[in-house]
């Protein structure tokens, strides 16, 4: 069987009958929330998991999901061990797992990786690698998508080799263009460049960038595509060769390039748009001869044409949104695709029912422009509703560690249509207490309350040109913050017994000093 | 501190965009809106922590940081920084206020525990609020991070490639 797969590598159109095999134990190349979301499918599957403890979180909650614990925390290497792929075949061998999960991060879409478990004989649930591979490289990407017919922005054909050819390709599609890595993705090495004045100085930028995040300073250029929909479609296929869509994300709530909000289905598609968009995503993912769960990124302009922009060849942060309106589950998808059994989707037969948005809780500071606010999480109590789905590797106790992704949890909130959810999600917001680092909470709380996101009439600019004010505070809030503030200073400064706390080095006030203080009052 | 303190009637606490909140004193436990008065508790229990009580609603409080009369405030997630003050010391603020003007240097520090990508400001050029300065990576997002004010930047003390802690001064800024 693994022999034939790698076969596939290179002769994707080739028809193979596969071999199908069970997935008895998987070891799951993660941590975080999207660990414990994969334990908890294949607890359901009965299959068996074994997740990696580390020095940085020893004490992680997704460890407590796991049927087997691989304690890696003695392993001295310089590359953490998500990312080390000898490390992670070796811990796959050694435990007998059958399979791995990569996740979203990490080495989930490292065509490398996929290759070295196969070739151990391990499961890779993803892809084949040379999907991987081919998404994986922007310029390979857009050739496949241009001779798929996949409508696309105007662009260079493969990568530039210096300002003069980026000046006189910018000249032939117009400006504004962008400039972007080859290898890249997650916003990095991207630039805008409006005239031909900033041309030298961003190319140059955007190859030095694109250089030190991917290791290769490959750029390419794009009409760039003002005030778009962020629009990406669902795509579920199996080794057969059927493949289906799950419908649409809307995720034009972000922060350079990073999604903050995403729901799921749009306001800006109607049935047929769906339709054709559904359509070419298909068409996409069978070029590449696509098999597991993958998603397709579209940008979708003010006069509804879609451009093709890039495909994630793994499962997303944000595929809670698509489980909750189509009640399907991508991740058990992703093991039977990967076990070689036949999709059992069929296209006709799937629903989009009620809409569902998520908000993603970093522990970042809202007020300092989204910086990450590393810390121990004291406190956290999240809404316990029907409407109301919670994806979190997070408990009280557990560090936000600057090693890894500030992700806190997912707060995933359905109602029957998008009025509704966001009801549902102004509610649910009230309902979230975390203490310990400052949160994404504030901003979640002014976006359920803006007139423009409400409409859905929104772009990827809404951060940048709709908002002055990144955050919501209620008239009385900072009027209970100054109260506080003054009742401190009495405290300190007015009182004969005064107290004379140190809270410079401790956020939380001492129980027992606080009840004095309430008894002084 | 300066007076008799049984004879301070007031306390205000000044936001640092300039909103004056003024409280009877002593101190009541509650708030006046309008007519109404509004009880404020400060409470703590084991499954919120540190909050406090409003109109039946719980908001979660901490203090981030408090020296001599200025205090950093978290107060529901976001954070408010006041600077209270009696009737005299508000006057005096006043005073030293117009006599001394603004600070003449700001000091650019470090939002989070990072490592400088890139330093895109250089030293002796003036800068804009809101240009920025230079690169701070952590937590994989790389941050720009810009000037506060519009200055001439007198020093860069980060360089490209070193790390930083919180709080650590990275650039200083003459105001102009």
Redesign the interface.
């Known amino acids: 069987m693994y022999i034939i797969i790698k076969h596939v590598r290179f002769h994707p159109t080739i028809k193979i009958n596969y071999i199908r095999m069970k997935i008895r134990k998987i070891l799951i190349a993660n941590r975080g929330e999207i660990a414990v979301r994969i334990m908890k499918t294949a607890k359901l599957m009965k299959i068996k998991t074994i997740a990696v403890k580390t020095a940085v979180e020893p004490n992680a909650m997704y460890l407590s999901h796991a049927d087997i614990i691989f304690d890696n925390s003695d392993d001295d290497s310089e590359i953490p061990v998500f990312l080390n792929i000898e490390r992670l075949i070796e811990i796959a061998l050694r435990t007998k797992a059958d399979a791995i999960h990569p996740g979203y991060g990490f080495l989930a879409e490292n065509a490398y990786f996929a290759q070295k478990c196969i070739d151990n004989n391990i499961i890779f649930i993803g892809p084949s690698p040379d999907s991987i591979y081919k998404m994986g490289n922007k310029t390979i990407a857009r050739k496949i998508a241009e001779s798929a017919g996949i409508p696309l922005a105007l662009g260079s054909n493969g990568k530039i080799s210096d300002e003069e050819e980026a000046v006189a390709i910018a000249e032939k599609i117009g400006y504004p263009v962008i400039i972007k890595a080859e290898s890249g993705g997650g916003g ?1 090495g991207m630039r805008i460049v409006r005239d031909s004045s900033e041309m030298e100085r961003m190319f140059l930028i955007a190859g030095k960038e694109a250089e ?1 995040a991917f290791n290769d300073s490959s750029v390419f250029i794009e009409k760039y595509i003002e005030n778009p929909k962020h629009i990406e479609f669902q795509i579920i296929g199996d080794k057969m060769g059927n493949i289906v869509h799950l419908g649409e994300r809307e995720c034009s709530i972000q922060r350079k390039h ?1 999604k903050l909000l995403e729901e799921a289905p749009s306001s800006a598609l109607d049935d047929n748009l769906r339709e054709v968009m559904g359509k070419t995503a298909i068409d996409m993912a069978r070029a590449v001869g696509y098999y597991s769960a993958g998603t397709v990124e579209f940008l979708l302009d003010s006069n509804r044409n879609f451009y093709f922009m890039e495909m994630n060849t793994r499962i997303q942060v944000e595929h809670p949104v698509t489980e909750v309106i189509t009640g399907i589950d991508i991740v058990e998808q992703q093991i039977r695709i990967a076990e070689g059994k036949e999709l059992d989707l069929k296209q006709d037969k799937i629903r989009l029912k009620g809409w569902a948005i998520e908000c993603r809780i970093n522990a970042e ?5 989204f ?4 810390g121990k999480i ?2 956290m ?1 999240l809404p316990n509703e029907p409407y109301v789905r919670i994806d979190t590797g997070v408990q009280p106790g557990s560090s936000i560690v ?5 992700l806190i949890a997912k707060i995933i909130v359905s109602g029957a249509d998008r009025k509704d959810a966001l009801k549902n999600c102004k509610m649910a917001l009230d309902k979230v ?3 310990g680092t ?2 994404t ?2 901003f979640f709380r002014m976006l359920v309350r803006n007139q423009k996101f409400l409409s859905g009439d929104y772009t990827t600019a809404f951060l940048e040109k709709d908002l002055d004010k990144f ?1 919501h ?1 209620s008239e ?15 405290d ?3 009182k004969d017994n005064s107290i004379n706390a140190d ?2 080095n401790s ?3 001492s ?1 027992w000093l ?2 004095k ?2 008894n002084q ?1 | 501190m300066q007076g008799d303190k049984t004879n301070i009637k007031k306390l205000y606490a000044l936001s640092s965009e300039n909103r004056r909140f003024c409280f009877p004193q002593p101190l009541k436990n509650s708030i006046r809106i309008g007519k109404r008065e509004y009880e404020v508790k400060l409470k703590h229990d084991e499954k919120h922590g540190t909050y406090i009580l409003w109109k039946n609603r719980k908001y979660p409080v901490e203090i981030i940081r408090s020296r001599q009369n200025r205090y950093e405030i978290l107060f529901n997630d976001i954070s408010y920084t006041f600077s209270v003050e009696t009737p005299f010391s508000l006057k005096r603020r006043k005073v030293l206020k117009t006599a001394i003007g603004k600070p003449d240097t700001e000091s650019v520090k470090a939002p989070m525990p990072g490592k400088i990508i890139e330093v895109l400001a250089r030293e002796g050029s003036t800068v804009l609020r809101g240009e920025p300065l230079l690169i701070l990576e952590a937590m994989k997002m790389q941050n720009e991070i810009q000037s506060p004010v519009k200055g001439k930047i007198i020093r860069i003390i980060a360089k490209p490639g070193s790390n930083v802690m919180k709080d650590d001064i990275m650039v200083e800024i003459k105001v102009e």
């Not at chain 1, 009385?476 to 009495?490: G, H, I, N, Q």
Request: proline letters at 7%; aromatic letters at 14%; a neutral charge.
């Open positions: 990095r030190k990073q500071d809202v007020q300092a422009g910086a990450p606010d590393p004291l406190k109590n600057a090693n890894y992704d500030s207490w975390i203490k400052k949160t909470l504030p955050y505070s009385y809030e900072e009027m209970l913050a100054a109260w506080l503030a003054t009742s401190l200073f009495v300190e400064n007015l809270y410079g956020r939380e006030m129980p606080l009840n203080r309430i009052f």
